[in-house]
């Protein structure tokens, strides 16, 4: 059965570089069918995309973060990750990793598995 | 890109059905059969209910059931429980091929 699970540090300083690293297991992260994104909540606040990426590469990013993100994935290790700069204190949250469907998936577009998620604080 | 809109809230008692619905526009709910949704309870990851706007993963109660209308999404619990008490989420692929959630639901169980 397919998992996914997050790590890195829980705590970050402003203006730092927030990074997590999210390893896949049960399967295989160079599948045609999927794309693996992150996502993030802020405590007591709603769910927000922050990007995808197919094992190629090929990376999609929320236009409201793009230039402070970076995706990247390893095959040879099963993982990817997510780099996000300059972070503040709104960038404290809970980020998940999920897997998402692709247009050759039997569940399209839609993030069916997920990571338990961990917590990163922003502060000094 | 912006949210969807959600209502903050819906309740119900035991037994009936409520619907929550989700509101986009002609470039992501609108325009596209990929609406999902997301049921969450307090402290722990999302899970997935409704996909490609009206199918259930498998193992989902076929109580949730999803449609939609022009640029509205809507999330159908019928026979309403008190283990469905949750946040619950929608989302939309986009024409700018990312994806957008909603702002969220708090459904409780009278």
């Known amino acids: 059965q397919l998992q996914l699970q997050e790590s890195g540090p829980g705590l970050v300083k402003p203006s730092e570089t927030l990074s997590l690293t999210c390893t896949v297991s049960g399967g295989s992260i160079s599948s045609s069918s999927y794309y693996w994104g992150w996502i993030r909540q802020p405590p007591g606040k709603g769910l927000e995309w922050i990007g995808s990426i197919y094992y190629s590469g090929s990376t999609y990013y929320n236009p409201s973060l793009k230039s402070r993100v970076t995706i990247s994935v390893d095959t040879s290790k099963n993982q990817f990750s997510l780099k996000l700069s300059s972070v503040t204190a709104a960038d404290t949250a809970v980020y998940y990793c999920a897997r998402l469907g692709y247009i050759v998936a039997t569940i399209r577009n839609a993030f069916d598995i997920w990571g338990q998620g961990t917590m990163v604080t922003v502060s000094s | 890109q912006s949210a969807l809109t959600q209502p903050a809230s819906v309740s119900g008692s035991p037994g009936q059905s409520i619907t929550i619905s989700c509101t986009g526009t002609?470039?992501?709910?609108?325009?596209?059969?990929?609406v999902s949704w997301y049921q969450q309870h307090p402290g722990k990851a999302p899970k997935l209910m409704i996909y490609?706007?009206?199918n259930r993963p498998s193992g989902v109660s076929n109580r949730f059931s999803g449609s939609k209308s022009g640029n509205t999404a809507s999330l159908t619990i019928s026979g309403l429980q008190a283990e469905d008490e949750a946040d619950y989420y929608c989302s939309s692929y986009t024409s700018s091929s990312t994806q957008v959630f909603g702002g969220g639901t708090k459904l409780t169980v009278l």
């Open positions: 002609s470039s992501d709910v609108g325009g596209y059969n990929y």
């Open positions: 490609e706007v009206s």
